[in-house]
Nanobody, 121 residues
């Protein structure tokens, strides 16, 4: 059993900052990619950023230069520093972790329950 738990969402004014955190725990042998998606009301879930275990990061064009993803492999945590927030960043932010539960086993993507981010204009 693997659990993924997000924290750090909230209400912020446009131009402000928030930091999201996510921790994966449980029966983990190794974690590959960890990342963040978001879903705005009435829209599909979209990728925000992800980072592989080697530290390589990718970002959606809409957040480049404003958001920074980081992770601690020893703790199986990933963080998303969000600066210069815009109303368009409002949504539920979901963390995911691609996990192997045993040596040589398949990767499986686990999701957190999501954390609400609301940016007021």
């Amino acid at each position: 059993q693997v659990q993924v738990v997000e924290s750090g969402g909230g209400l912020v004014q446009a131009g402000g900052s928030l930091r999201l955190s996510c921790a994966a725990s449980g029966s983990i042998f190794s974690v590959n990619t960890m990342g963040w998606y978001r879903q705005a009301p009435g829209k599909q879930r979209e990728l925000v950023a992800f980072m592989n275990e080697g530290g390589g990061a990718n970002y959606a064009d809409s957040v480049k230069g404003r958001f920074t993803i980081s992770r601690d492999n020893a703790k199986n945590t990933v963080h998303l520093q969000m600066n210069s927030l815009e109303s368009e960043d409002t949504g539920v932010y979901y963390c995911n972790a691609d996990v192997r539960t045993r040596r040589g086993g398949p990767l499986f993507r686990y999701w957190g329950q999501g954390t609400q981010v609301t940016v007021s204009s």
